[in-house]
T-cell receptor, first 110, second 113 residues
Framework: GGIITQTPKFLIGQEGQKLTLKCQQN?????MYWYRQDSGKGLRLIYY???????QKGDLSEGYDASREKKSSFSLTVTSAQKNEMAVFLC?????????FGPGTRLTVL | GEQVEQLPSSLIVQEGASVLINCSYT??????FPWYKQEPGKRLQFIID?????ERKQNQRLTLLFDKKTKHLSLHITATQPGDSAIYFC????????????FGSGTQLTVMP
């Protein structure tokens, strides 16, 4: 079986700061996703990538950049952290349909 | 785009009870509907799925019903245990958009011993 790892587990930033979250998978899946999870709102898609160097915007892409330089890794950048922002960012990968999720990165902006 | 509504937002039951979680979607192009469970501090875990060419799927104490005409799904959990306590998410996806999942807002299930 494979696994998805996310780093860091916790991320504390300052308002206006650029912050980068990383995700690695060893399933050898083509497609990877970044979701944001807010309490009471489920998960919302930020970016996804169907192959190396491909990027597709999700509904929540404004304020974020992403990078897929290798098949196994997918990075997400918060371009300018918003004061009092708190959310969990989840990375996932899939081949056909079923998605496998990482443990998440919890972001707090002071 | 696709929207997924999930109800109720929370459920509290006694151990041994059955529960029903309902989900509706808007996009008739959605063909795949996986459900996930998220226990406190743990990653999202796939629990059951159904495709649009099926009406019913069962996995042990989980039964998933699908009505294509009304765009409605129901997850039935029988003989609940405290270990079932978690947030349950329904989701919908289609091949257009590379199977990206559109999630419901989640149902917080608490099973009291």
């Amino acid at each position: 079986g494979g696994i998805i790892t996310q780093t860091p587990k916790f991320l504390i930033g300052q308002e206006g700061q650029k912050l980068t979250l990383k995700c690695q998978q060893n399933f050898n899946h083509d497609t990877m996703y970044w979701y944001r999870q807010d309490s009471g709102k489920g998960l919302r898609l930020i970016y996804y990538s169907i192959t190396e160097n491909d990027l597709q915007k999700g509904d929540l892409s404004e304020g974020y950049d992403a990078s897929r330089e290798k098949k196994s890794s997918f990075s997400l950048t918060v371009t300018s952290a918003q004061k009092n922002e708190m959310a969990v960012f989840l990375c996932a990968s899939s081949e056909w349909g079923e998605q496998y999720f990482g443990p998440g990165t919890r972001l707090t902006v002071l | 785009g696709e929207q997924v509504e999930q109800l109720p937002s929370s459920l509290i039951v006694q151990e041994g009870a059955s529960v029903l979680i309902n989900c509706s979607y808007t996009d008739s192009a959605s063909v795949y509907f996986p459900w996930y469970k998220q226990e406190p501090g743990k990653r999202l875990q796939f629990i059951i799925d159904i495709r649009s060419n099926m009406e019913r799927k069962q996995n042990q104490r989980l039964t998933l019903l699908f009505d294509k005409k009304t765009k409605h799904l129901s997850l039935h959990i029988t003989a609940t245990q405290p270990g079932d306590s978690a947030i349950y998410f329904c989701s919908a996806s289609s091949p257009s958009g590379s199977w990206q999942l559109i999630f419901g807002s989640g149902t917080q299930l608490t099973v009291m011993p």
